[in-house]
């Protein structure tokens, strides 16, 4: 039995069923980070003046991830143009090309979450707050038993909001050192993950999301690289078609990008 409308346009809506599923399936994903948004700005409207994080993302990291999906974005669009005038070897290249793009933002993305999740901001019991990347520990170290210490490359300060713009002139200029501290000393101590605070909260649950979806676009690029190419030699047509619906997802993710870069790590 012949499914119909795989390769011709329907006569209702004009496009073909994969690029209808594509397009309403786009449009419920267009809510999703759009609620996501609106509570990334009611959040940061609601928050404590002067509680909220500036600065403290890598932007040369978020340039080049940025760069790296808009060039993703062409050559997918390459591809699939490649698939149009039947030259097979040239649509391999460019997905080829998609795919190592692709994977170059997901390890700068997984860099980044590491780095949040070996720093450190150590609440003390004398009212300041010690912050910086964990160095060491001491084997002895028990934050329940306060015994041992921690070292972080950081600096100590006497109020959290110190902590909280990055981009000021005093932040800027401060001199990082290795910091010890007792446990003994310690009141609260906890990484920058998705618990430390709001900002890292949305940050994490915005980024994750997004990381996700690109993972599941690129297992699918590959699909279509590898095994489901299997397609061309059978029905070009159809394959073709369906080269263009993954990469209208794919130009989606990249769009999502456009706007998360600037939200997060440029204000």
């Given at each position: 039995m012949e499914i119909p409308y795989t390769i011709e346009n329907r006569p209702d809506t004009g496009i073909y069923n994969a690029k209808l599923g594509i397009w309403l399936f786009l449009a419920s994903?267009?809510?999703?980070?759009?609620?996501?948004?609106?509570?990334?700005?009611?959040?940061?409207?609601?928050?404590?003046?002067?509680?909220?994080p500036h600065g403290w993302l890598n932007v040369t990291l978020g340039t080049v991830n940025t760069l790296l999906l808009a060039l993703s974005a062409i050559t997918t669009l390459l591809a699939w143009a490649a698939c149009k005038v039947r030259e097979f070897g040239k649509f391999k290249f460019f997905h080829a090309c998609t795919i190592l793009l692709a994977l170059t933002f997901l390890g700068i993305k997984s860099y980044e979450y590491h780095d949040k999740l070996i720093h450190y901001e150590i609440t003390l019991t004398n009212g300041k707050f010690a912050d910086g990347h964990?160095?060491?520990?001491?084997?002895?170290?028990?934050?329940?038993?306060?015994?041992?210490?921690?070292?972080?490359?950081?600096?100590?300060?006497?109020?959290?909001?110190?902590l909280m713009d990055l981009r000021a002139p005093a932040t800027r200029s401060a001199q990082l050192k290795e910091v010890t501290v007792a446990a003994a000393d310690i009141k609260k101590m906890g990484n920058y993950g998705p618990r430390h605070n709001t900002f890292t909260a949305i940050y994490f649950t915005l980024t994750g999301l997004h990381a996700l979806h690109i993972l599941g676009g690129t297992i699918v690029i590959f699909y279509f690289w590898g095994p489901g190419s299997r397609m061309w030699k059978t029905d070009p047509e159809r394959f073709t078609n369906r080269i263009e619906v993954s990469g209208l997802f794919w130009h989606f993710v990249d769009l999502v990008w456009i706007f998360l870069f600037p939200v997060l790590y440029l204000t």
């Open positions: 994903e267009v809510m999703l980070f759009g609620g996501l948004f609106s509570a990334y700005v009611l959040l940061r409207v609601g928050a404590e003046p002067g509680m909220w964990l160095v060491a520990e001491s084997k002895d170290f028990d934050l329940a038993k306060k015994t041992g210490t921690v070292t972080l490359h950081g600096r100590i300060v006497e109020d959290e909001k110190e």
